[in-house]
């Protein structure tokens, strides 16, 4: 990205940050996930460090979240209310634990985790056992007082529950801190009953409570159902609380609810798996959790480890994949299912959800593109559903490009696959390839996948391979490596020979030369040199399935449609399945590299008829040693080879480009 558009970009993203950050933190509103909203920092950081000229003081890289709100009145925590740092996997959380280590050679370490609650943290103040101000977090020095408020949640004590061993916490001050959270069930139904009222809905619990908490009216506080979890405990002799577990149990005593899900470990290793555990069984959770706090156990080492910034040394907030990116649409193509249904899939620019790379995502249908308005170009957020399969959630057409068109799907078909026909019948929402029915267009597969150039299965002609399919012995090209003799021989174009000889052709294309194998599988627009350049290019078929539109483009011969088909293959979910199958029956294609043989680099071209071999075997013998057979003749042919009978034509060309002519002699010689 140059400058210009840089700058162009950083100033739309600071805009839409800006006003995510305004309603989340300021009117407890949610025009995003936090996921996503991340994702665009993210971004914007990443361009800041490219052009740091860009960075301005007031650009949201370089603000701490939480204004308190005017209207409430400003209390000063009586210690600073800290903020968490966050760490992402294994090895972060290793490299915390080796900085405490270093800090604290000779201590054991303790640890405490706990489910890290998604809601509003709030400070409790109880003098002599009774409460007397709520404080919300604030920027961590000023809160607000939200007292009317809290005392309407009812599980927050209004006195401490006098207990045996606790006396002293009901004398002087206690402060209890904790976060006020709304159980899932409850939010949804209260939007259930919202939705029947014909009210807008709330977009998260995390927000609802906050906003209920934020606003000046307690009756409406008391009708939505709020509960409070405490975590901390500041007493004025912090001898009274020695570790975090005696923390807990001391919450509970004096009658709040703290998480029964806290434990103590003795190592990182088990903090790990615990965190492992909680993140599938936090969907079981009744409120929302998007990870763990994991903190040292004792509380005097805590204390002496200090802070940097805004979060203490002896804690950290480990953070579960997110579940939302945000990304940009590269490219809208097209692939053609097994029944010939044209199937629209973003390509984006690579970007992690939940723990692994996403670069498509299918967009289902025309109906359901003109319904989100994605058009090539736009920043969508993309989330996982059911943790596995990538979707667009929105677009985000603040970032929209300038010039950005809507999609097109009719122009589309015909830019992509010019040579095919689509229609879309009355009340279907999918287009489809016109005259083609499943089983015609299975028949017209498995006839290229058995043709010549591809796995050259002669006993697999137009009639065998029609009695195969009519008898639904095979139901896709994998199929073949599960026939037996038995099946074969059991329909009437088969005698028992030429179903023993069907059976073992095919076992023994178990390792098809992989340019074949790519060629027989019929993607549009590949053709047998195309398909020896992918193989050449990638070496495999599970690198040539990763490949991005990019690193298509990248190979020599390969331009914009026929990476858009070849992309659009390999994300097809029929075809993906189809190449597992493969794999499943053992069938591994291999590659010989030609590369560095002796007509390496070398392009020809054959024109006119060959005395000593056909076309296809001169193909072969060329790319055999590392050269190129092109169809026809362009600026980088290398050599035309004239056989008999040659069109003026073509000479023409080859003297206008300067390539040079030799003949059939010449070939064999160069052949060896
Ligand atoms: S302990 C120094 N325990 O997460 C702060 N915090 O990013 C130590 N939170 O502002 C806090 N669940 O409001 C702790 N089980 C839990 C928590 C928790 C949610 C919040 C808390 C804090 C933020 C830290």
Partial sequence: MNKAAAAERVAKLRELINDYRYHYHVLDESTMSEAAADSLKHELAQLEAEFPELITADSPTQRIAGTPLAKFSQISHSSRMLSLNDVFDEAEVSAWEDRLRKLAPDAKLEYFADIKMDGLACALVYQDGVLQQAVTRGDGFVGEDVTMNIRTIENIPLELRPAKGYEQFLRGRTEVRGEVVMYKADFAALNKAREAEGKPLFANPRNLAAGTIRQLDPKLSAARPLRYRAYDLLRDNPAETPTNQSVYEALRALGFSANNQARVFGSVRDVLKFAEHWDTARHDLPFNTDGLVIKLNDRELFAKLGVVGKAPRAAVAFKYAAEEATTIVKDIVLSIGRTGSANPVAVFEPVVVAGSTVQHATLHNAD???????????????????????????????????????????????????????????????????????????????????????????????????????????KDIADIYTLTEEQVRGLDRFAEVSARNLVQAVRERKTPPL??????????????????????????????????????????????????????????????????????????????????????????????????????????????????????????????????????????????????????????????
């Avoid at 929402?429 to 290229?448: C, D, F, I, Q, T």
């Avoid at 539109?549 to 331009?559: K, P, R």
């Avoid at 591994?588 to 060959?610: C, I, Q, R, W």
């Fill in 368 to 474: 359901e593109i003109a319904r989100k308005d994605i058009r090539v170009g736009d920043t969508v957020i993309i989330y996982k559903a059911g943790d596995i399969i990538p979707q667009v959630l929105k677009v985000l057409t603040e970032l929209r490009p300038k010039g950005a068109k809507p999609f097109d799907m009719e122009a589309e078909l015909k830019r992509q696959y010019p040579e095919l026909e689509f229609e879309r019948a009355e009340n279907e929402v999918v287009y489809r390839m016109k005259n083609a029915s499943g089983p015609l267009l299975l028949k017209r597969a498995l006839e290229h996948f058995a043709s010549k150039g591809a796995l050259d299965i002669d006993t697999l002609g137009e009639k065998n391979v029609a009695a195969l399919i009519d008898a639904e012995l095979v």
């Fill in 515 to 672: 340019p074949r194998f790519i060629y027989g599988l019929g993607i549009r627009h590949v053709g047998s040199q195309t398909a020896i350049d992918l193989a050449e290019a990638f070496g495999s078929l599970p690198k040539l399935a990763k490949a991005t539109l990019e690193d298509l483009q990248a190979v020599d011969g390969i331009g914009t449609v026929v990476a858009e088909s070849i992309a659009a293959w390999f994300v097809d979910e029929d075809n993906q399945a189809l190449l597992q199958k493969f794999d499943d029956l053992g069938v591994k294609p291999v590659y010989e590299s030609h590369a560095g043989g002796k007509l390496d680099g070398m392009n020809f071209v054959v024109t006119g008829s060959l005395d000593t071999m056909s076309r296809d075997e001169a193909a072969e013998k060329i790319r055999a040693l590392g050269g190129t057979f092109q169809s026809s003749l362009g600026k980088d042919t290398n050599y035309l080879v004239v056989g008999a009978n040659v069109g003026a034509s073509k000479l023409a060309k080859a003297e206008k480009y300067g390539t040079k002519q030799i003949d059939e002699q010449t070939l064999l010689e160069m052949l060896g």
